[in-house]
């Protein structure tokens, strides 16, 4: 089932080339029919990528007390364990570690202690290179997002600046290490890896190992696997690209199933409008498609007017009970 989801070559992209307008058609009608893309040709060093794999599953290996020292603070990034993140309401089975922009400490943004931003905790006594290989590949890929909201912008008739102008100079940007530990064959489980959800953002560039798990629901509202395909990364549209495109661009339900027997690893990175940004639907487009009823937490992403930061803290907070309380 896995051809409903495009594999598209985003190179001319990447390397700024003549060829870019039948990328970006390709684009276009992923984001219209599916939400979801796989992408190719995306420059990624297939080294940085192989060390990142390496250094998470090591850094997941690490006794609990250990990967403690990184755990999830106010500020909402570091470790949490199998358990801790409720995504549709129950508890998944993953462990993880969420990083976020790394800040220097004398930084406004990092003086107000602005959730979701650095400077992290990284685990520099047990896995001192953890730090600059995260920082590596989260740098490469803040690039890589750049290129892509080009073609997104490129794809929807509009100046390839037009995000970068209006919302992605600073973007907010995140990584998360997940591990979804592996069940006994003969466990039964209501719960989910990830329970099904939408992102929040702009753009999710997801690298997945080689197991296999993630789902994604179609428009005539069928589950399909979005296995890996090697050396690509699977691309999603999130809340605030489906309300800049008043839908027309959807922000598609996903999850991930438990696995039997195999550990799975994956590294969703995040390209977000800038967290103090207001996103708006783009002037003159004549569509707002009201979604509020079939969307999983049924609350629209027209409603709501706050900055893209509010966004995602009310998103987490619903997913983290005991981060509201220990914020507030
Ligand atoms: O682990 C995966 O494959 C999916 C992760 C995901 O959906 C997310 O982090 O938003
Ligand atoms: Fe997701």
Redesign the pocket.
Known sequence: MSNKIPIIDVSAFVNNTENKTEVAEQINRACREVGFFYIIGHGIDVNLQLKLEEISKKFFELPLESKLKTKRDAQLIGYFNVGDHLTSGLPDIREGIWIGEELDPDDEIAKQKTPLHGPNSFPDDDLPEFRHIILEYMNCLVNLGHKLVECLALSLGLEGSYFYDRYTKKPFHQI?L?H?PPLKSNTEVKNW??GE?T?YGLL?I?K?DKTG??QIKTQSNEWIDAPPIENSFICNIGDMMDRITGGIYKSTL?R?KVQLEKDRY?F?FFFEPNFFSKVKMIDGLNTTIEDKENRWDKVSVYDFDGTYGEYILNKVYAAVPEAQTSIQ
């Open positions: 998360g997940s979804y890896g990830f959800h992102d999710t997801l997945q798990g993630l996903h991930v994956s969703p």
